[in-house]
């Protein structure tokens, strides 16, 4: 393990001085990508850092010990009592760092919401998921565009998806994607009966021209004419932008943008999406017998949190954790599930890290 840390912060150093280099800083593109490998790293080099300078001070405890001095070999024992603990953590967190990390964590997404079973409840539901998380992003100061909004006919929503956008995105909200359940009274309850409905949450990476390659000659763009059945919920464009990638006959269309050109790229952005799950599904089908994720798949089939009003309580069922806090955690406050999440997939990839070696 030492040698691997010695080799990150060797490079490290290196990023470091690139980063101050006139010729990088002036290309705008290859400066971002070492900023950011170098902001990664960082982590990592701190805990290793104070690694080996708790290895060294521990080195120099014990030496004491064998010194005549027997003021000095107290002092040495309290040390080594003191720092042992110290070196065993930070072996811990070493070992959790140094797990590689998924590339697509660092990536804004596409986040949907759509209301489920349950009619006009799932709907209400689908807008307190809405509100829950709009108010997270806030709170992680990530910024948050509408691409499209389907209201309910009493309140909340049929669908609405984000783009969300900040740093480490995916990373955080990855887990969100499955079926969320809702246990409460609803408002149209005349006898106090709990009623259960549902929402679908999905989150995907959004992907960048390098991400999925398509070649231009390879499209085939139409437009067309929107239409619909009139009335405040229909998207006000009157144009649709439709790609069709004429090697796999994959098709991709949009009339969600308020303007043909934010129409096309909303398009092209589903378009990557389906070709990326393709070729993600055909990798994924040949990784699935080597490691079963602990939290799930994220398919909207899997049950993943059930919200229950009446005990204020949320359970994720794929951790079995469960928080008496529902407000809380309605109005935003995710963070202790999410790093939950975290902690159960890194302990998972480690099994997995141990078994490959």
Do not use: C
Request: hydrophobic share 30%.
């Amino acid at each position: 393990m030492l040698d691997k840390l010695q080799a990150i912060y060797d490079r490290y150093q290196y990023l470091e001085e690139q980063i101050s280099d006139p010729d990088v800083v002036q290309d705008m593109d290859r400066y971002r990508k070492i900023n950011k490998e170098y902001k990664d790293l960082q982590p990592v080099v701190d805990a290793f850092l104070e690694y080996r300078n708790v290895l060294s001070n521990l080195d120099l405890a014990r030496f004491t010990l064998q010194e005549d001095d027997p003021e000095m070999q107290e002092l040495a024992r309290e040390e080594i009592a003191l720092l042992s603990p110290r070196l065993k953590e930070l072996e811990e967190s070493l070992k959790t760092l140094l797990i590689p990390k998924d590339p697509e964590d660092s990536k804004d997404v596409i986040f949907e919401i759509r209301s489920g079973t349950g009619g006009d409840e799932a709907s209400l539901f689908a807008g307190d998921l809405y509100r829950m998380y709009t108010r997270y992003f806030d709170s992680k100061g990530w910024k948050t565009e509408v691409l499209e909004v389907n209201e309910g006919s009493v309140g909340g929503y049929n669908k609405v998806v984000l783009e969300v956008q900040g740093e480490d995105v995916f990373g955080k909200l990855k887990f969100e994607s499955g079926a969320h359940r809702v246990q409460r009274v609803p408002k149209t309850e005349s006898q106090g009966r709990v009623h259960t409905s549902a929402a679908t949450v999905v989150v995907m990476p959004k992907l960048e021209m390098e991400d999925v390659e398509i070649r231009k000659d390879d499209l085939k763009v139409d437009t067309f004419r929107s239409s619909g059945a009139g009335g405040q919920h229909v998207n006000k464009t009157e144009s649709g932008v439709r790609f069709t990638h004429i090697p796999t006959g994959v098709v991709s269309e949009s009339t969600d943008g308020r303007s043909q050109i934010r129409t096309g790229e909303i398009a092209l952005q589903r378009l990557y999406q389906k070709i990326y799950e393709a070729q993600k599904k055909l990798h994924e089908s040949t990784q699935a017998a080597k490691r079963k994720s602990l939290v799930g798949s994220g398919d909207r089939s899997d049950k993943v949190r059930t919200y229950n009003f009446p005990q204020n309580r949320l359970t994720d069922h794929r951790i079995n954790l469960t928080l008496y806090s529902l407000d809380r955690i309605l109005e935003g406050d995710l963070d202790e599930i999410l790093e939950t999440l975290r902690i159960a997939e890194n302990a998972e990839r480690m099994k997995g890290e141990e078994v490959a070696s």
